[in-house]
């Protein structure tokens, strides 16, 4: 079979883990798999969507079969078992360099603006730390959702912390989880950059400030400290950055997007420019910038 390959969100270059994941179980039954073009006739093509938001695919597709799945479908299903335990292709992405990957999948929290309860049910292991590293590369991204609900979770970051390995928890950790145990197995860690936390809501500051204060006794550097803020109510939004900014944590604002694909108000979507593209944080305030 020729197999063709569409990430529908592509554009921002980071890698589709299903994709990558069909793509090697396709190699396994001696099928041709590559990213889809226009000039090629495809047995079977495979589009994957992660986000709502993103523009469809509507170009014209030559293939007997076409395939589509992903949250940004609106499709709560899973790969089957045997593809869902296939290594990445990472030769589809051949400048990534770090391993991606889930230790555990699922939940413990129903948080209204998430659908990652609905689609994964409870939080449940997926894989160790081995089966997620590249031999090639010591540094991996790992996407849990919150791996500090899981006592696998806990147990493969005890165990990363004795090891030469790289980390980023690119989702942000629970910070109601961060106990002075836990910050002293994540201060073990090697990061790449960021100990990413979130604080979706006001009513999170005081725990972001408690956690923070563990993780510093522990060892990490407060330069590390950053913070997803969804940015729903723009006036409790900016309070709550300026008061993650004031306690050392770097901010960094999500417009808020319903599952229906509604799109984020001018005001949203001008609050995270500011936020986010630090040389006008750092320089005006909000109420100067908005003018």
């Known amino acids: 079979m020729r197999i063709g ?3 529908v969100d592509g554009r921002n270059g980071f890698p589709n883990l299903a994709l990558m994941r069909l793509s090697t179980w396709h190699k396994q039954q001696e099928d041709v798999v590559d990213w889809w073009n226009g000039f090629e006739r495809y047995d079977r093509v495979y589009m994957s969507k992660v986000f709502t938001f993103t523009p469809d695919f509507d170009t014209a597709i030559n293939a007997e079969e076409i395939i589509t799945g992903g949250t940004g479908y609106k499709d709560f299903g899973r790969l089957p078992p045997e ?9 589809l992405y051949p400048n990534w360099k770090p391993a991606i990957g889930f230790l555990t999948r699922g939940c413990v929290r129903h948080c209204e603006f998430c659908v990652v309860p609905r689609k994964e049910g409870t939080i449940h292991p997926a894989a160790t730390w081995e089966e997620i590293k590249r031999p090639d590369s010591r540094e991996m991204i790992l996407l849990d959702n919150n791996v500090l609900a899981s006592d696998h979770g806990l147990d493969q970051i005890d165990r990363m912390g004795r090891e030469p390995v790289w980390i980023d928890f690119n989702q942000g950790l629970d910070a109601r989880l961060i106990t002075p145990q836990v910050a002293r197995m994540l201060a ?10 979130a604080c979706d809501t006001s009513e999170m500051l005081p725990v972001i400030r408690q956690a923070t204060a563990y993780l510093r006794e522990a060892g990490i550097s407060p330069s590390r400290f950053w913070a997803y803020a969804l940015a729903k109510d723009v006036e409790e939004a900016h309070h709550r950055v300026l008061a993650l900014r004031d ?14 694909g509604g799109e984020p108000t001018e005001e949203q979507n001008a609050f995270a420019r500011w936020v986010n593209r630090k040389s006008l944080f750092k320089s005006c305030t909000w109420e100067k910038y908005r003018k």
């Open 5 to 7: 390959l569409i990430a």
């Open 188 to 197: 073990r860690l090697h990061w790449i950059r960021f100990v990413r936390l």
């Open 83 to 91: 593809i869902e335990s296939c290594p990445p292709d990472y030769t």
């Open 247 to 260: 306690m050392g944590v770097e901010p960094f604002a999500q417009p808020y997007r319903d599952y229906d």
